[in-house]
């Protein structure tokens, strides 16, 4: 499946807030948006601001419209709120369930690692980054996985990384499970799922 692989702060700075994940985003030193400074600011309407916040959870978990679309779909049809929906079915993509987990600083990193063959899923390796993970179900390394030099800095790294309450991580034996599923407040705050979905149901 393609995606952006363009400059990842670019769209930090074209959002105004920091999608990449990264510690040193180029945000926190250039606040203005990419490109010339227009002469005169136009009022964004409010089609133009529901297609921002697609772009920014889009973008966010690596997706192309065509797939984010599908989600989309997909929570549309799972009835109740279908921003939750939507939210949720990202969250527990396996690229983002590593990251969350402290695996990988960043999605893109969790990814990488994903499609590498590095991680198991019940002891099982699988190198899917949109598989979906269900509760319950193990995340570890593979033994391929174990043997990089990133598997051993990660042991001392993940000892100071934050884990959300849906996921119990055994940072000792560098083994995570998902223990319940992601609602509200569990991902960013700057994400506006119901905007999503207003601009989906023109």
Not at 18 to 24: D, E, H, P, V, Y
Not at 41 to 48: A, E, F, L, P, V
Request: charged share 30%; hydrophobic share 30%; aromatic share 8%.
């Amino acid at each position: 499946m393609a995606r952006y692989t363009g400059p990842k702060c670019r769209k930090c700075r074209r959002y105004g807030v920091s999608l990449c994940g990264t510690a040193k985003c180029a945000l926190q030193r250039r606040q203005n948006p990419p490109g010339p400074r227009p002469t005169r600011r136009r009022k964004i309407s409010d089609r133009g601001l529901q297609l921002i916040e697609k772009q920014k959870v889009r973008y966010a978990y690596g997706l192309m419209e065509g797939q984010f679309r599908r989600y989309y779909d997909r929570a549309h049809r799972g009835g109740g709120v279908v921003g939750n929906n939507l939210m949720q079915l990202l969250e527990e993509r396996l690229d983002n369930v590593v990251y969350r987990m402290g695996f990988g600083a960043t999605r893109a990193q969790a990814r990488q690692i994903v499609t590498h063959g590095l991680v198991a899923v019940d002891g099982k390796k699988l190198s899917i980054p949109s598989a979906r993970v269900r509760v319950g179900q193990e995340i570890s390394f593979t033994d391929r996985g174990k043997k990089t030099g990133f598997y051993k800095i990660l042991q001392d790294d993940i000892k100071g990384r934050d884990v959300p309450g849906w996921i119990d991580v055994n940072r000792d034996a560098v083994t995570g499970r998902m223990v319940g599923e992601p609602g509200p407040g569990d991902w960013e705050p700057h994400f506006n799922p119901n905007a999503v979905i207003e601009y989906y149901s023109r």
